[in-house]
């Protein structure tokens, strides 16, 4: 366990350290053999659940603090804190604990068990707020964030929204993995949209790369929504996948996401969501998470429409395993008026 690797941190040699820190990226890409028979094109899957913080944002928590030492804004030693509900504090309090950087997490009073013990066992200090206050008032958690920021001698807030490092980390890593373990055939990438570093840092990457390698070749970039979001042009509301869309009442684009680089938009309904999470775990044996479902259950309808024999890589940020108490929960489920399609073994 972690927390007890910190407490005997002075006994631990630096290797160590390091090679937990160059297991971030280089995940796998896996093909769904199962679920894309029949539809003439091949789905393929990048599993960011096998980072070893559990999610695609141990890339970005890695890339935003490189960057920051680099700039001289983070120093060593210094407290790094953010306002997040969910996996980009898990990467900060494991990237934090591996490169001696104290990490605080403002975060909601509604957080799920596991992530507040993923958090603890990293070693964050985690300060629970009002995750619906309002931004004018002194319980919201960037106020928060922003208060024990000026509080803390040289602390530092990475404001992944804003934060040329989050969709770089895609650029320099994510994108020059798919197009290697693709052999250059990738056609489309899906992926949904939280901050839009992923999409953005991705499709930037595979855009240039096709059109340098393959005159003439056109590589689509797909942005998955859930229902509730303003990013595909729908009425802001409630979203029941965690980590993705914007359900603003004005939309708000975040800075690191690029809207000119993506191609189209879908909109998947959340029974088709947790339909295909359920389908990723019977007919693939894959347990993975919501904005998983989304994104397959995207590629999925692109693979279906697209010339025979293309190539289809989605974006899978995270494990099933943090969501056992909703996707895998009936209750939960039957609660927030889901339905499973038949065929998803319920
Ligand atoms: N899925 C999950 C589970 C996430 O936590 C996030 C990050 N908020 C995303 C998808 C979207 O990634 P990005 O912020 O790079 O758009």
């Known amino acids: ?10 006994e631990v040699p630096d290797g160590l350290d390091e090679s937990v820190l160059a297991r971030v990226g280089n995940t796998p890409l896996v093909a769904l053999e199962t679920l894309s028979r029949g539809l003439g094109s091949m789905v393929h899957v990048k599993l960011e659940s096998e980072n070893p913080g559990g999610s695609i944002k141990d890339r970005t928590a890695l890339s935003m603090v490189r960057a920051a030492e ?9 407290t790094i804190v953010e306002s997040t509900s969910g996996n980009t504090g898990i990467g900060l309090a494991l990237i934090g604990h591996l490169t001696g950087h104290p990490v605080v997490v403002v975060t909601g009073d509604t957080i799920s068990e596991g992530k507040l013990a993923a958090l603890h066992n990293y070693g964050a200090r985690v300060v629970l707020t009002d995750w619906s206050a309002p931004s004018e008032s002194l319980e919201n958690a960037r106020a928060v964030a922003a208060r ?9 807030r990475p404001m992944q929204f804003d934060n040329p490092a989050n969709p770089a980390a895609h650029y320099e890593g994510t994108g020059p ?7 250059g055939t990738v056609t489309h990438f899906v992926a949904g949209i939280g901050t839009g570093g992923t999409i ?7 855009k240039e790369r096709v059109a340098a390698e393959r005159p003439g070749g056109h590589l689509e ?4 929504d859930p229902y509730g979001s303003a990013y595909s042009g ?3 509301g409630e979203i029941l996948v965690d980590g993705v869309g914007n359900s603003w009442p004005e939309v708000q684009w975040p800075k690191v996401f690029d809207r000119a680089l993506v191609d189209r938009f879908l909109r998947i309904p959340n029974d088709e969501v947790y339909t295909t999470v359920h389908l990723l775990l019977d007919k693939e044996g894959l347990a993975l998470g919501p904005s998983s479902g989304l994104a397959v259950a995207a590629a999925l309808r692109v693979a279906r429409a697209a010339p025979h024999g293309s190539v289809v890589v989605a974006i899978a940020p995270d494990a099933g395993t943090n969501y056992l108490s909703k996707a895998f929960n ?3 489920l039957a609660e927030n008026g889901i339905r499973l399609a038949a065929d998803a073994g319920e």
Request: aromatic content about 8%; hydrophobic content about 40%; overall charge positive.
């Open 330 to 332: 009936p209750v939960w």
């Open 1 to 10: 366990m972690v927390g007890r690797h910190r407490a005997h941190a002075a």
């Open 200 to 206: 953005s840092g991705n499709g930037r990457y595979l």
């Open 234 to 236: 729908g009425h802001p």
């Open 221 to 224: 970039v797909v942005g998955a």
């Open 70 to 78: 680099r700039s001289g804004e983070l120093r060593p030693g210094a």
């Open 148 to 156: 024990i920021t000026a509080e803390i001698p040289g602390a530092w």
């Open 177 to 183: 993995e798919i197009w290697r373990q693709s052999g």
